[in-house]
């Protein structure tokens, strides 16, 4: 099964810098890790750990429908 991982900065300060969120959006799942390479390797993990639990319940689960990313710019200035 392919599913879309969308990687985001984390800017919180309670994170070392370098670290990144993975979200699934298709699964709603989100982990992290330091660098886009460990975010992606800790999102791959709990992808299978996740897959792996919904079998073990009998859970279907389907596969992702097509996706179509985009980035918008937001007026950060209140108005």
């Known amino acids: ?5 969308v990687y985001e900065k984390i800017k919180d300060a309670s994170f070392p810098p370098g670290y990144f969120y993975a979200h699934i959006p298709s ?3 989100t982990t ?6 460990g975010a992606e390797s800790a ?7 996740w897959l792996e639990e919904k079998k ?3 859970v279907v689960v389907t596969e992702e429908a097509e996706t179509i990313n985009s980035n918008k710019e937001g007026n950060t200035n209140g108005k």
Do not use: N, Q, R, W
């Not at 992290?32 to 390479?37: D, S």
């Not at 999102?43 to 750990?49: H, N, P, T, W």
């Open 56 to 58: 073990g319940d009998s």
């Open 43 to 49: 999102a791959k993990d709990l992808v299978e750990l």
């Open 1 to 5: 099964m392919t599913y879309t991982i």
């Open 32 to 37: 992290h890790g330091l660098g886009i390479e």
């Open 27 to 29: 699964l709603d799942l």
